[in-house]
């Protein structure tokens, strides 16, 4: 997405892009900075504490992605032979084994304070000054930390915070069960000083009304959990903050915004939300600007971390050989592989299919990577199975080519195991049921997610152009059907959920079909449903908690506590900070 963030000039740009790479480092004791400077830039400030959701928080696999995701029946990361061992931190976010000092737990909630701090001194900074659009800005400011609490809340239990009028205040304990109602009524009183969507020069990327609509269904979708973390059942029927009706009342009226603003369409390709091109999609309410430069203010990790090393898109490019999906994951799609979210086959421009199923021996090199200007070859979408095809590189570095210059494409073997098929095995296997550890010969194990597109932009495996969603409608959607089947009310749920699989299509090689509704619904099928719809997108820990699954034991995880539905304030917090008292179970 090409848009600029505000109307500022380019030289102030440039000093925010440099000013954004200086304040990343994730060792700092973010809680005891001295927040603010009576000085600091208004722009400059917001505009940081806005980089903060894409400086890794929200785009790196190894921070909310990793808390999110690898701790659930979605996605784990295993040590593959001599890869990906790390001290077993990876490991411990699937088998349950966290603790306050797992590198995970501690990067993660560094960030999330980063962009605390950050918000903070944008309010403050704002508040100082005379500038132009003073009340929206202060608005969008307070919105995103609203965002970032909600979200440290959510995960730790607890979060910072600190008077931004004042240098000198002392901490702030938040508890998510005593302030979640405040942060909810203080994100509904920002409503009348944001903009709506695409107004005032905003778009997807800012704080709007709509994002705060967004947020507020999750807060509401959410709030008994957070209100009484360990209980066997929540009250998701419980009086509303403010005004009339319950909290899924509230969820349905505020998802229901979005859905009837006309504003937000569905797209019949699910995947275009994922793609490079991304910020053109009709969903996007909130999302990350991503920039490719040299200075890496951009992730490429939700589509690079599940890719093997062979598969290369660009001879300058290739995967890691990390996360994949459970065995549980990949079952419950069974009935629904001709489902529209569940895989989508690349067409090239001369209307060639890669199949991925070995009939293929090569496709067309027109596709040209940018900023390097060779050939770019295009994997498929959505969940990987089975062996893999793809490109080989010659000893040159370059793609092995026919005679007519196409790219050739082979049987994929693994690089680090060069006589083990590239074939994706829904089944783990373990050696210990235990631990989530391959030999050097089982590497291959594991379906692969390839939901967001790989960009070989520049030669860079780490950076992207793709915008990253955080509320898109497809979850609107997937949020109101819930709350709709928590208030006993079956014929809406079905419908938004029958609403979402007809309104995806398959692509030409399929004959455009759209997916098929079905006829019932519980609570079995519908998680089954929100893990089809929003797979990937740091949503499955929450929603797996309020269905009661969190806890149970699966593949290389076992029985859990209740206490480990919220992670360990990490102890280089408690060493340097007496306000933060551990959670529970730690």
């Known amino acids: 997405m090409k848009s600029k963030f505000f109307n500022i000039n380019k030289a102030l740009l440039a000093f925010l892009a440099i000013g954004l790479i200086s304040c ?186 709509q994002a705060a609509y967004a947020l507020l269904a999750d807060m509401y979708l959410n709030r008994a959990v957070l209100k009484n973390r360990t209980s066997s059942s929540f009250n998701f029927t419980e009086q509303a903050v403010s005004g009339s009706g319950t909290d899924m009342d509230k969820v349905i009226q505020y998802t229901s915004q979005l859905i009837d603003s006309g504003k937000f369409s569905l797209e019949s390709n699910y995947f275009h939300n994922f793609d490079i091109n991304n910020g053109d999609s009709k969903e996007m309410i909130f999302s990350i600007v991503q920039v490719k430069n040299s200075n890496r ?9 599940s890719m093997e090393r062979i598969q290369k898109p660009s001879p300058d490019n290739r995967g890691t050989n990390a996360n994949c999906v459970t065995p549980e994951f990949y079952y419950s799609w069974n009935g629904n592989h001709d489902d529209p979210r569940f895989q989508r086959t690349y067409q090239y421009d001369d209307g060639t299919w890669f199949r991925n199923d070995g009939t293929d021996v090569s496709v067309p090199s027109t596709s040209k990577v940018e900023g390097t200007g060779k050939p770019w070859f295009h994997f ?150 929100i893990g089809y719809e929003m797979y990937w997108e740091m949503y499955r820990r929450k929603a797996m908690i309020r269905f009661g699954k969190f806890d149970l034991p699966g593949t290389a995880k076992p029985a859990s506590q209740p206490y480990r539905r919220i992670f360990p304030i990490p102890q280089a917090t408690l060493d340097a900070s007496s306000e933060f008292t551990q959670n529970q179970g730690y």
Do not use: C
Request: no cysteine.
């Open 24 to 209: 990343t480092n994730l060792d700092e004791q973010v809680i005891d900075e001295v927040l603010g400077s009576e000085n600091a830039e208004p722009e400059s400030a917001l505009a940081a504490a806005y980089g903060q959701l894409g400086d890794g928080t929200f785009v790196d696999h190894g921070s909310v992605f990793a808390l999110q995701e690898y701790s659930t029946d979605e996605a784990l990361l295993p040590t593959r032979g001599s890869d990906w061992g790390d001290g077993g931190k990876w490991r411990a976010m699937h088998e349950f084994t966290w603790d306050a000092n797992n590198d995970v737990v501690k990067n993660t909630w560094n960030q999330l304070n980063l962009g605390i701090t950050k918000s903070l001194t944008a309010i403050g900074s704002i508040e100082k000054s005379n500038v132009s659009n003073k009340t929206l800005f202060l608005a969008e400011a307070k919105g995103l930390l609203a965002y970032y609490t909600y979200n440290t809340l959510d995960m730790y239990g607890q979060a910072p915070y600190r008077d931004p009028n004042n240098v000198n205040a002392p901490i702030e304990i938040k508890k998510a069960e005593t302030s979640i109602d405040a942060l909810i009524t203080e994100v509904e009183g920002l409503i009348p000083n944001l903009a709506d969507i695409k107004t005032q020069n905003t778009h997807a990327g800012r704080f709007t009304k």
């Open 380 to 529: 498929n979408r959505g969940l990987q199975v089975g062996q893999q095809y793809g490109p080989k590189i010659l000893a040159n570095g370059n793609f092995d080519m026919t005679a007519d210059n196409r790219i050739k494409v082979f049987k994929l073997f693994t690089e680090k195991n060069t006589t083990l098929a590239a074939d994706f095995t829904p089944e783990l296997n373990f050696d210990s049921p235990a631990e989530s550890v391959f030999t050097q010969a089982q590497i291959n194990r594991g379906v692969r997610v390839f939901k967001f597109e790989f960009d070989p932009g520049y030669g860079n495996n780490g950076t992207s152009g793709m915008d990253v969603p955080l509320y898109r409608l497809g979850g609107i959607y997937i949020m109101r059907a819930e709350a709709y089947f928590r208030s006993g009310n079956m014929t809406a749920a079905l419908a938004d959920i029958n609403k979402l699989r007809t309104s995806r299509t398959r692509e030409a090689l399929y004959n455009n079909a759209p997916g098929v509704a079905i006829a019932s619904l519980d609570a079995p099928k519908l998680l089954n449903e």
């Open 297 to 305: 203010n951009a992730d490429n990790d939700l589509a690079y971390m």
